[in-house]
């Protein structure tokens, strides 16, 4: 009778430990499509950020059988109404919930429109090596097949995992994991929109664990120097789109509103076109730093290959699209405004 009581006390205490030893993995909902609801379950109509945290986590309760799940709503928007400001205050609460509340892991809902450039910007400004991932949908939550759920599953799956620890911030979407730096959204509305550039899916999920193909070789989180623990702002930094004939107006207009910085989302490897190439030297000797990047949606923008940037003081984005060099040209010029500083900033991040 004793050694049966002892039994059952000890398969208690397996049973206790076990629960305990689930991960601690905590949700900040800022809206986006996975938070939307549309007009009919067959509708392309629909508004983003409508449901609130609880509700999504109550609609995976598969999450629970891996991980200890919590949630929080920092902000309740569509993605393209993303800002600095919000990008300021999750960087700021990730770093509290790993490196002080205990967490070991993070997901953020976010809208897929803008998710790239936030991930980045986490990246860089998150000072943990615990997992940190952003997971978002294509279809409303109340469309036929809403992607939604799987995804957030999967985001849980990968933040409650040890192989993604140390990977920095990684987007988890369509079973697919992607490393900040390299994600792209490629598709306006196709549920496979994520790639991960030229280096390819970085992991995947598969039965709600997360396999690692390669490690982003980019510095990142806890080896990133830039730190916005004190900030309450960030510089203005705007982008000037490219084309034939282009207007030299939108790089004159950034100029007379005293931006700090302007990337040029230039043709080819980075051209401009004569006209806003005279405006943006001029902008350049007064102080606003040009950083050149290209629309072209892969290829590195190379520096002091068709532009002199060694003459013009002009930064080259290299392997960054226009939307992540102004994150990284944001953030740099926080510590310096010394263009080959900054162009060393570009190499290494």
């Known amino acids: 009778m004793k050694t049966l009581r002892n039994i059952m006390v000890l398969m208690a205490l397996l049973v206790s430990v076990n629960i305990v030893a689930k991960p601690k993995i905590r949700i900040i909902a800022t809206g986006g499509t996975i938070a939307g609801v549309s007009k009919s379950s067959t509708s392309s109509a629909y508004s983003a950020g409508q449901v609130g945290i609880q509700t999504l986590i109550d609609a995976v309760p598969q999450m629970l059988d891996i991980a200890d799940v919590s949630g929080e709503q920092l902000v309740n928007i569509g993605s393209q ?29 976010h809208g897929t429109d803008t998710m790239e450039e936030t991930a980045y910007f986490l990246n860089l400004t998150v000072k943990s090596d615990k997992p940190v991932v952003l997971a978002g949908s294509m279809r409303p939550s109340t469309a036929i097949s809403a992607d939604g759920p799987a995804n957030l599953y999967n985001a849980v799956a990968a933040a409650a995992s040890p192989a993604v620890k140390g990977m920095g911030v990684i987007c988890c979407m369509n079973n697919q994991l992607l490393d ?30 997360a396999h690692m193909l390669q490690t982003p070789n980019n510095l990142h989180t806890t080896k990133s120097e830039f730190d916005v623990t004190n900030l309450d702002k960030l510089p203005n930094v705007g982008i000037v789109y490219g084309y034939a004939n282009c207007s030299p107006l939108p790089m004159q207009a950034f100029v007379d509103a005293k931006f700090d910085g302007i990337v040029l989302a230039g043709v080819g490897d980075g051209n401009f076109y004569k006209d806003v190439f005279t405006v943006a030297e001029k902008a350049q000797n007064s102080g606003i730093q040009i950083v050149r990047s290209s629309r072209c949606p892969t290829g590195p923008t190379c520096l002091n290959s068709e532009v002199d940037d060694a003459k013009y003081h002009f930064v080259a984005a290299l392997d960054l699209n226009p939307q992540k060099a102004r994150v990284l040209l944001m953030l740099a010029l926080t510590k310096t405004h010394d263009w080959q500083q900054i162009q060393e900033y570009f190499k290494k991040y």
């Open 180 to 209: 900040a730096k390299t994600v792209i959204k490629t598709h306006t509305i196709d549920c496979d929109t994520f790639e991960g550039g030229p280096s390819g899916i970085i992991g995947y999920i598969y039965n709600g664990e």
């Open 81 to 109: 109404d993303m800002n600095n400001e919000v990008w300021l205050k999750l960087a700021k609460r990730i770093n509290q919930l790993l490196n002080q509340e205990g967490y070991d892991g993070v997901v953020i809902t």
